[in-house]
């Protein structure tokens, strides 16, 4: 009899397939109607999360019925099931828990949590009907559960090295991964401008149709409220989106490319409410100000920065004695010195030489995760990388959220970031829901 599988992540698909066609997973027709959901399928580093809500927020602004698995969660499971917006009631996560456990038992085989988890989304997607599903890939791309689902549209976001545990350090052999979720003769978006080499060879080897950023369409992103998407096909203005352009466009491009039945005004519409939790996610909490992202890697911060540079500019217009305060904490197996070192280059020093913006304090604590960075470790790290951080420790990330708001005013800024365990964290610190009202 098979078991629940002793490592919460197993890459590969040979036990998972059989449970998957005992659930009616796999195969031409997904679900009871006649008709075949549409699949876009998301690959990458970094943006998979705000890609996947853009083109999620645009499908249902169309009217179609669309479900997105996301994973991970920040505060609730349920976040990592939608459909429509909503997320999955513990009733329905409980029920195809169960159905995924007895087709577990029946063939023998054990299965890993993300396994399990991502089946349960899936059964719940194939039980609602819905017109279109939106999946996020989890970890790599060809060996991951989520590419058992034949995708009409894949995206892969971008490239680099992270995971490094799972996918090793080598750039080409990540890019591969990454484009495993392609198939033959499909529709594929390649969300940066300059990609692995392995990755246009597997592109180019499936004959697939690709359409590429800054080659195929392009972003003017210039003035505050509203931005230019343009490509061979359409030329149009559409509302500056709360998560990143370069994402929102990557996303435009995945839904054109679909043939979907979705106008202009449907994307602007889409664009105009998408939210995600934890990317560039603004709030007032406890009196305070504070921004949560979660940048976990240098690709991660570059695109935090891109955007946290000019808005801290506009802060500090409105409120010049404005200071700027961070929770801080990550994982062990990322590169905390890479990302520490792309943060520095954008601090003021002492001497006042390069001042982008100064950190007035840092609110520490380690995660409470099996995988965490030990605070001493990110201590380490920070007094190797950073000129001079004045650094508070604490036992716990609530403990460090309360020292956050304690040592700043209403007028400054709380920047939380390192990981999703750290926004997770603070975020039930400061008893917040996921998504902010």
Not at 12 to 30: S, T
Not at 51 to 77: M, W
Not at 121 to 149: H, M, S, T
Not at 339 to 355: E, K, M, R
């Amino acid at each position: 009899m098979g078991s629940i599988h002793v490592s919460a992540i197993d890459m590969g698909l040979e036990r998972v397939l059989p449970v998957a066609r005992r659930l009616g997973l796999l195969g031409a027709k997904i679900g009871d109607s006649d008709k075949k959901p549409f699949v876009f399928t998301v690959a990458g580093t970094n943006g998979k999360g705000s890609t996947t809500a853009t083109i999620a927020a645009i499908c249902k602004a169309a009217g179609l019925k669309t479900a997105l698995y996301q994973s991970p969660h920040l505060v609730s499971f349920t976040e990592r099931v939608r459909i429509d917006g909503a997320e999955a009631s513990s009733d329905e996560l409980i029920a195809a828990f169960e159905a995924v456990e007895q087709a577990r038992l029946d063939e023998g085989l054990s299965l890993s949590f993300f396994e399990m988890t991502t089946l349960a989304a899936l059964l719940i997607f194939k039980q609602a009907n819905c017109d279109v599903w939106v999946l996020e890939i989890g970890l790599g791309g060809r060996l991951d559960v989520v590419n058992i689902i034949e995708p009409d549209v894949c995206v892969i976001t971008n490239v680099g090295i992270d995971h490094t545990d799972w996918l090793g350090d080598d750039i080409e052999k990540i890019g591969a991964e990454k484009a495993g979720i392609i198939r033959k003769h499909s529709k594929v978006i390649l969300g940066a401008q300059t990609l692995p080499d392995s990755v246009y060879q597997i592109a180019q080897s499936l004959n697939a149709q690709t359409y590429q950023l800054g080659k195929d369409y392009a972003v003017c992103d210039e003035r505050a409220d509203f931005w230019y998407y343009s490509s061979q096909s359409l030329t149009c203005k559409l509302p500056k989106p709360r998560l990143s352009v370069q994402n929102a466009a990557n996303a435009v491009s995945a839904v054109i490319a679909s043939g979907l039945p979705i106008s202009t005004k449907q994307l602007a519409q889409g664009l105009s409410v998408v939210r995600l939790a934890g990317r560039f996610d603004e709030r007032v909490i406890k009196g305070r100000r504070w921004l949560f992202d979660v940048a976990h890697n240098d690709h991660g911060l570059a695109f935090l920065l891109a955007q946290f540079l000019p808005h801290w500019q506009a802060h500090k217009a409105k409120y010049p004695q404005a200071k700027l305060h961070t929770v801080f904490s990550m994982l062990g197996d990322k590169d905390v010195g890479k990302v520490l070192s792309l943060l520095q280059a954008h601090i003021d020093a002492d001497d006042g030489v390069s001042a982008e913006f100064r950190v007035a304090d840092w609110h520490v604590a380690a995660i409470d995760h099996v995988r965490a960075m030990p605070l001493d470790a990110v201590i380490a790290n920070m007094t190797t990388h950073l000129n001079l951080p004045k650094i508070h420790t604490y036992d716990t990330l609530d403990a460090a959220s309360q020292g956050a708001i304690s040592a700043s005013d209403e007028q400054d800024l709380i920047l939380v970031f390192g990981s999703f365990h750290t926004i997770g964290e603070t975020l039930l610190a400061l008893g917040e829901a996921s998504i902010a009202a």
